[in-house]
């Protein structure tokens, strides 16, 4: 009572709080300290705030990249293998029951059955032994994105007066006599599938404005020979071709699809100038390869005295799965084939299978349904999420991610003691005015605290300017990107470097896009401000310790 | 009373010894009155204006503010920055001014110190430094003012909370016979205005005889 009554009689003239200058004291000390007054920049404190934004900005964007790997990798996976694979103990013969079983599912929305072993392959004096696979062509593309890894102009001719204009080829090429092959096996055969050309000089259709003949479809079928189109009018044409018996009259509203298998499917784009009698256009096609196809079935015919010969196949396409982990040399052909060359018609070794959307996301969904199929099909069946086929490698990818986190903590705390240091060096200059302060009315704890209150301002403007560095690296990656690896490895080493980390079609997430991205750049602000606020600890606690009286005597 | 002090005894450690720099100090100062300290150099003169603020503890005695007595007991420890805040104005020798603070910021850190924050103390600092003649350089930084300049800030700073007592510690020391004397002249005139008790540590006789008391510490005793 009697110190408020003397604080009352003390403040007879006292001021209204409700007033503009709201800002404590200590708080205004501590920001005047970093930022004097009549000063643009304190370089003291511009050292300490870029020093810990560079930390913060490192720390997030290598965890946001790694987390767009991981994305972009789980992608990866799920375009190759489907959400999920349904692989029963022993083969099966008899699986129609169980694919509606599993189609029944309300969460499952494609099923699709698949057969594998390894088979040899023979094109000439060069083998390969690839992973093999067995595809239902009509369910294929919607389990796996089987036309997404099919190559456009895979060994593109370039002619010199010639475009190549082959097509990409779609899953419906795939026949019982036609495979697809993954790149590293065309190489090592050294096939290809088949190809088109279009000349140039024979167009007669030069003149600007004129249409232009693609090809839609290319088959596996087509034989090598040069083809013709003449157009007869605006709206017809004329396909001849020494491998065609007769002339095939096309009518530019026909459905190009029509056509019999071996001959490319032509389609004529108008240009602003309507086609014309004796517009001409000429091709060159150059068939697909074919190899030899053994299997190990064969051996057991053999041994019976049995003649087998291979199997000849065509190359329908060439593909590459982005997923690193799918095997390099493999081979796509039809369930038929598959169980032709293991000489057991009607098995099948499995099923993969994709979710709706909202359970692929979930892990723990996907698992539940999962878990739910299991106790559908019964004993004899099990069914393994994506997640857990691949835990292994995102097991890794974890890792690599802790592992970052670990090196990278050291950067913060390397800021940390920079700070420490600076605002230690502070307090001891600063003596007679820590003196001054509890003279003036200051508690030896507010005084301390204006120098905790450098470090939280230290690390809360490098936080701010650590994760606007961050967005700012996310938004042009691409640029920054392309110029460091340029500048360490080159034009050459660019291709190199995007074939393993491929920066460029890598998907980040923006933290207002994803809670993963703003929860690392929430964690990794937080980090900075708490080491840069402890940082501030040390000297706060030495200016606490100083006595007032020593302070102000103090030279 | 704004000031009273009563048998206050200070020592310090020295070796294996103790030095007694005060013994037996009384004085006692009335609301608007001031009342100067001379002594020569080491005589304890700082010291006892520390022991007058409180900035450090006597061996005895007591220190009582407006009749409130300023000891080590608890309630009056955690109290005691904000009583020293509204009571006291402190003017030092060497001005100690906050070299990233500028002129109205130095005097506005005073008045925040105790809490008050407004567009009125803005007024008053203003009105403050402009008394002191500072008016047209409240933007400037310590480091481009002259001692004198400089002073007249620290009084100012000193001013603002209107304190009820203002402890002086030779703030002329620094300052040329003339820009002293222009100093004091504020100084006192300022106490005057505001009603506020000064107690003035000095070598200067002549600016010790314009107080209204003058008291010589001699052998840590004061003497008149």
């Known amino acids: ?555 | 009373m704004v000031l009273r002090a009563e048998g206050l005894a200070k020592s310090f450690p020295f070796e294996d010894k103790r030095i007694h720099v005060l013994e037996d100090i009384n004085l006692s100062l009335e609301s608007g009155k001031s009342l100067s300290i001379r002594g020569d150099s080491g005589c304890g003169k700082t010291t006892l204006l520390n022991l007058l603020s409180r900035l450090e503890s006597a061996d005895r005695g007591t220190v009582k503010w407006q009749d409130f007595e300023m000891n080590a007991s608890k309630q009056c420890a955690s109290k005691e920055g904000v009583l020293r805040a509204h009571f006291l104005g402190v003017v030092y020798q060497a001005y100690y001014l906050i070299p990233e603070l500028n002129v109205l910021e130095n005097v506005l850190i005073a008045a925040k110190l105790s809490g008050a924050y407004g567009k009125e103390v803005s007024d008053r600092a203003r009105e403050l430094l402009s008394n002191m003649g500072m008016g047209n350089k409240e933007r400037q930084i310590p480091g481009k003012l002259s001692g004198g300049e400089r002073q007249r800030v620290a009084i100012a700073r000193a001013m603002i909370n209107s304190p009820k007592l203002i402890l002086a510690d030779e703030p002329t020391g620094n300052l040329d016979e003339r820009t002293g004397g222009e100093v004091m002249e504020l100084l006192l005139e300022s106490c005057d205005e505001e009603k506020t008790a000064l107690v003035l540590v000095t070598h200067n006789q002549k600016f010790a005889e314009a107080t209204d008391e003058t008291l010589f510490l001699k052998e840590g005793k004061l003497q008149n």
Request: proline share 4%.
């Open chain 1, 1 to 555: 009572m009697k110190v408020k009554k003397f604080l009352l009689f003390c403040r007879k003239s006292e001021i209204d709080h409700a007033f503009s200058m709201k800002i404590h004291w200590t708080l205004y000390l501590a920001w005047k300290q970093l930022f004097p007054s009549k000063k643009k920049v304190s370089f003291f404190s511009m050292l300490a705030v870029i020093g810990v934004a560079l930390g913060v900005n490192v720390m997030i964007v290598v965890i946001v990249f790694m987390q767009g790997f991981q994305e972009k990798f789980r992608k990866d996976i799920i375009d190759a293998q489907g959400h999920g694979r349904i692989i029963p103990w022993k083969s099966q013969k008899k699986w129609s029951v169980q694919q509606k079983q599993i189609e029944d599912h309300n969460a499952i929305t494609a099923v699709m059955p698949y057969i594998q072993g390894q088979l040899l392959l023979q094109k000439g004096e060069f083998h390969s032994i690839p992973f093999s696979m067995g595809i239902d062509p009509n369910s294929g593309n919607s389990v796996l994105q089987v036309d997404s890894f099919l190559k456009e102009g895979f060994l593109k001719m370039n002619a010199h007066d010639a475009q190549d204009i082959t097509p990409v080829p779609t899953i419906e090429t795939l026949e019982d006599e036609v495979v697809f092959v993954s790149s590293q096996v065309a190489r090592r055969l050294g096939v290809r599938p088949p190809s088109i050309i279009r000349f140039n000089d024979l167009n007669i259709s030069e003149s600007e404005g004129v249409g232009m003949v693609n090809v839609l479809r290319l088959d596996p079928f087509v034989e090598s020979a040069e083809w013709e189109i003449i157009f007869q009018n605006d709206s017809e044409f004329i396909i001849s071709s020494d491998v065609l018996a007769d002339q095939i009259l096309i009518n530019l509203t026909d459905d190009p699809k029509e056509m019999d298998l071996g001959i490319p499917v032509f389609q004529a784009v108008p240009g602003s100038r309507p086609f014309k009698k004796g517009d001409r256009f000429k091709f060159h096609v150059f068939k697909g390869s074919k190899f030899e196809v053994f299997a190990p079935s064969m051996i057991e015919k053999v041994k019976a005295d049995e003649m087998v010969p291979p199997r000849e196949v065509k190359v329908g396409g060439i593909f590459e799965v982005p997923w690193q982990g799918f095997h390099t040399e493999a081979l796509l052909g039809t369930m038929r084939f598959m169980q032709d060359m293991q000489g057991d018609e009607g098995r099948i070794d499995g099923f993969y299978f994709k979710t709706m959307k909202g359970f692929a996301k979930d892990e723990s969904h996907l698992a539940k349904c999962c878990e739910e199929l299991e106790s559908k099909l019964g004993d004899g069946w099990t069914v393994i999420p994506w997640f857990v086929e691949n835990a292994w490698f995102f097991d890794l990818l974890k890792f690599e991610e802790y592992l970052m986190i670990l090196i990278m903590v050291p950067i913060g705390l390397v800021a940390a003691f920079a700070i420490a240091i600076a605002l230690m060096t502070s307090v001891l200059r600063k003596i007679r005015e820590i003196g001054l302060l509890v003279a003036m009315g200051g508690s030896r704890f507010s005084v301390g605290f204006v120098f905790c209150l450098q470090g939280f301002i230290i690390g809360l403007l490098g936080a701010i300017l650590g994760c606007s560095f961050a967005l700012l690296f996310m938004r042009f990656r691409d640029e920054l990107m392309g110029f460091i690896v340029k500048i360490i490895a080159g034009e050459d080493g660019q291709v190199g470097v995007s074939q393993f980390y491929d920066f460029y079609s890598l998907q980040i997430y923006y933290p207002w896009e994803s809670p993963e991205s703003l929860n690392t750049f929430l964690s990794f602000a937080c980090f900075a401000i708490l080491v840069s606020t402890l940082a501030g600890l040390l000297p706060a606690w030495r200016a606490t310790r100083l006595k007032p009286a020593d302070s102000l005597r103090s030279e």
